[in-house]
């Protein structure tokens, strides 16, 4: 395993143990999601390289492609829980709630 590599599995692991461990408030949330997110761009990116191969190397540009919308759909989300509830915190979401 190159250190390339390994850190790039070092960050996806990093925003994995972040979703997991710092669940409190929406926004730490978005933040290691889109973490995860670029480090696969950037995996993806290294692979289609290394393999030299012409079909996948539009993959990592829609995989950005999804990762920008994701990250303003994500967003939207935060600023209207913030004006419906006030905060961001992840116990104000729940579905059973009016």
Known sequence: MTMTTYSLYSAFMLGMTGMILHRAHLLSALICLEGMMLSLFITMSFW?????????????MVLLTFSACEAGTG???LVATIRTHGTDTMQNLN???C
Do not use: K, N, V, Y
């Not at 289609?48 to 990592?60: G, R």
């Open 95 to 97: 579905l059973l709630q």
């Open 48 to 60: 289609s390289i290394q393999t030299e191969s012409t079909l996948c190397t539009l993959a990592p």
């Open 75 to 77: 967003l939207a989300i």
